[in-house]
């Protein structure tokens, strides 16, 4: 027996869920049996899609993080993939761009999403996922921005952190890999002793507190994500703009988690989920060292640090220490 069902189509393509093609093998043809009616049959269909129907929904239910975690302003879509994970897209054209903030600010934890960037010619724009405590003057950021490039080119990833307002503490390193041709996984760990900038797996950047040198402990950050025309600074300093015959340029964006602490008030002890020293006492092992020098060695395309035109009076004082 088999039934077809046509689902609600969100795709463009000609194929149907495996999901919602349900069939069974004929009994033994040694003895014949009776056909189904006609009833049957399409109760037992209607049963199936029916199981499959709410299968599907009850997995989008569970992965629906946008609307429920964040605030979107411009550009943005929601939609799911093949496997029901809710995917958020930003859109930048001539128009406008986009944008999500987390509706909850933290202070403290770990933050992780899955990106595919931009594909092809994305010079001039930045698709960003950062922490801030707003636009004020002294306003605390841990930054990863991809800076778009021409076709062909690698796309460079540029962190940064800051503190009572000063930014000034730049790396970027060429990704080692094609962030467009598929999703990649960035992570940063924030506690009272480091930022950890992670792709994947992989330690790219530890920036280290020093107990006389400003760092982002005291101002509760929001998450965002943001894709916008970067085009006097993001690819070769500015002199590569944003091809808008290329447009609309779209960033996505999954599997978003934030294990993190909440501020509870003035004078209140943090409101953290269980099993926080996983990343609240996070510093990186010989081995995760190991990973932050290959990356420097191999990847590195700027370094606050080496620029003397920028720092013709000293480097930071960070720059000296361990």
Known sequence: MLCYARPHRTDRTNHWPASLLVSSKKQSILIPQPAPSMARRAAACAVAVAVALLAAVASSSAD????????????????????????????????????????RSYLYGQFSVQMKLVPGNSAGTVAS?????????????????????STGQPVALNTNVWANGDGKKEQQFYLWFDPAAGYHTYTIIWNDRNVIFKVDDLFLRCFTR????????????????????????????????????????????????????????????????????????????????????????????YDYCADGWRFPKGFPAECSRA
Not at 129 to 148: K, V, W
Request: one cysteine or more; aromatic letters at 12%.
């Open 64 to 103: 629906a993080w946008l609307h429920e975690e964040f605030e979107t302003e411009g550009n943005v879509r929601a939609g799911y993939d093949a496997r029901g994970r809710q995917v958020a897209s930003i859109v930048l054209d001539r128009q406008s761009g986009g944008a999500f903030r987390s509706r």
């Open 210 to 301: 020093h107990a006389d040198l400003p760092y982002p402990g005291a101002k509760p950050m929001a998450v965002h994500a943001t894709l916008w025309d970067g085009s006097y600074w993001a690819t070769q300093q500015g002199r590569v703009k944003v091809d808008w015959s290329a447009a609309p340029f779209v960033v996505s964006y999954r599997g978003y988690s934030a294990d993190a602490c909440v501020p509870a008030g003035a004078g209140r002890p943090l409101a953290c989920p269980a099993g926080t020293d996983r990343w609240m006492t996070r510093r990186p092992s010989a081995a995760e060292r190991g990973t932050l020098d290959w990356a420097r060695r191999n990847y590195m395309h």
């Open 129 to 149: 996922f950062y922490l801030s405590s707003g636009n004020e003057p002294g306003h605390d950021e841990i930054d990863m921005e991809f800076m778009g490039n």
